[in-house]
């Protein structure tokens, strides 16, 4: 069975294939912006891009795939913490991205083969600006910067139906409107952002004087470089699919005259809790607070493919402590597995169930299907590399095990000895107090434990 994936594009599910003489696979997902530690919203984006990837070389071989994703290190939001920080843009980038290096390897995320950075492909993006401008595609504003014309592109909207739902003549929707007392029109986008004030250090020469690029310019230019005009996928998160996918193949198409992606993938919002995420509410997670309060990286990969990547998912703590005892089922079951050797396809539907749209929640059911009959007709190797496609790592550490502080321990102790004694009353007052210093009490018939308590 071929690998198959919803078409964001076309509206259709369609098969993937390489389109390239060289059968090599070219892929593309947009990466993070380096001024701040990524949170689980964004996480669920790059481990489903991760399973993509596993497939894609479990299909076509590793050497028939080539995985680019992207540095954004220059734009608003890293120049304005630059400057809050009086510190150098590299230098805040390097910090950054260091810290989604590492929580992509707790993870297990593989490493893209090319992670190309904006500020590394200035000449590019400025070539690519260059010919839009003699094309007619793109026009110099009176302070300098430069606006692609989006009324020279015929098929602006097609990937989002932005026109069919908000793009009027002479109108746009608000992500298009900064800078529109320099625009021609409110619907244009900024190619070439000329120097201001606030931009301290970071500009850049152009033929249009000092400046940076803009946002959407970047990808289409790295996508160029390293893996040509034209590309058989290119993925990301729902919430860039317009504006930002929708430019990218307006400037593209017409800068290169011809296909720019074969095939669009898009996973939807993470909720949490059952709401959008923000600071706010206080639940906008990294991962090294989920980790502070007791949980695997391995659990959190578990608990974001949970659910179909193209439906919105409610992530909650409890998720992640099924997460936890599913994991710890699969590491019993492996131990139980003989030596590797005769592969039985034991695990086939697990692969049925990826490779028809990506489907995650599918492929663990069938997982688990397999692992609760603990017959004997799977082996370790089958099973390995159907956790290999999904990314899971039974030997990464499990979630480790919080030791309560020895005053948390004193007042369980005195509690359990007021419920042997049947002073309930005494019991009642001291549970609340170690709920209220953030620790559970959880009793069993012969003693009692104590975990952090779930918010």
Same mark, same amino acid.
């Not at 290190?73 to 809050?84: F, L, P, W, Y």
């Given at each position: 069975m071929a690998i198959q994936l919803f078409d964001s594009l076309t509206r259709e599910i369609r098969v993937l294939q390489p389109s390239h003489p060289d059968g090599v696979y070219r892929f593309y997902n947009c990466g993070p912006t380096v001024y701040a530690p990524a949170h689980i919203g964004n996480f669920r984006t790059f481990v489903v891009n991760d399973v993509i990837r596993r497939l894609l070389e479990l299909r076509f071989g590793a050497a028939k795939v080539r995985h680019v994703r992207n540095l954004t290190?220059?734009?608003?939001?890293?120049?304005?913490?630059?400057?809050?920080e009086n510190r150098a843009l590299a230098e805040v980038a390097r910090q950054w991205t260091a810290k989604f290096h590492a929580d992509c390897s707790a993870l297990n995320c593989l490493a893209p083969h090319v992670e190309p950075a904006a500020t590394g492909h200035i000449r590019e993006q400025v070539d690519m600006i260059? *010919?839009?401008? &003699? &094309?007619?595609? +793109?026009?110099?504003? +009176?302070?300098?910067? *430069?606006y692609f014309k989006v009324s020279s592109f015929s098929r602006y909207g097609a990937l989002s139906r932005v026109k069919e739902r908000e793009l009027q003549p002479g109108g746009a929707p608000k992500d298009h409107a900064a800078d529109a007392d320099e625009k021609e029109d409110v619907s244009d986008f900024a190619l070439w952002k000329a120097h201001k004030a606030e931009d301290g250090a970071n500009r850049w020469d152009s033929p249009w004087g000092e400046g940076r690029p803009g946002w959407h310019i970047e990808c289409s230019a790295m996508i160029k470089k390293h893996l040509g005009e034209t590309i058989d996928l290119h993925t990301g998160g729902v919430d860039l699919l317009f504006p930002h996918h929708e430019n990218e193949i307006a400037q593209s198409e017409c800068c290169n005259g011809t296909t720019f992606v074969r095939h669009w993938y898009h996973s939807e919002h993470l909720l949490v809790d059952g709401r959008k995420m923000s %600071?706010?509410?206080?639940?906008?997670?990294?991962?090294?607070?989920?980790?502070?309060?007791?949980?695997?990286?391995?659990?959190?990969?578990?608990?974001?493919?949970?659910?179909?990547?193209?439906?919105?998912?409610?992530?909650t703590l409890e998720s992640l402590h099924a997460a936890e005892s599913a994991l710890a089922n699969l590491r019993a079951y492996r131990g139980s597995l003989p030596p590797t050797g005769v592969v039985h396809d034991a695990f086939g539907p697990v692969f049925t169930a990826l490779e028809?749209?990506?489907?995650?929640?599918?492929?663990?059911?069938?997982?688990?299907?397999?692992?609760?009959?603990?017959?004997?007709?799977?082996?370790?190797?089958?099973?390995?590399?159907?956790?290999?496609?999904?990314?899971?790592?039974?030997? %990464?550490?499990?979630?480790?095990k919080a030791e309560a502080p020895p005053a948390i321990a004193g007042l369980a102790a005195k509690r359990w000895a007021a419920k042997q004694s049947k002073d309930f009353a005494a019991a009642d007052a001291l549970r609340k107090e170690i709920a209220a210093a953030g620790w559970s009490m959880l009793d069993r018939k012969d003693g009692y434990s104590l975990e952090p308590a779930r918010k």
């Open positions: 290190d220059v734009d608003d939001k890293t120049i304005k913490r630059a400057r809050e260059d *010919v839009l401008m &003699k &094309k007619g595609n +793109a026009y110099r504003a +009176a302070d300098g910067s *430069v %600071k706010s509410l206080g639940n906008l997670y990294t991962l090294d607070e989920l980790t502070a309060k007791g949980f695997s990286p391995m659990a959190v990969r578990y608990a974001l493919l949970m659910g179909h990547p193209r439906k919105q998912l409610n992530f028809d749209d990506l489907n995650t929640p599918a492929a663990f059911g069938a997982l688990f299907t397999i692992v609760n009959r603990r017959a004997g007709e799977a082996d370790a190797e089958s099973f390995d590399r159907a956790l290999f496609a999904l990314g899971i790592d039974l030997h %990464k550490a499990a979630a480790p």
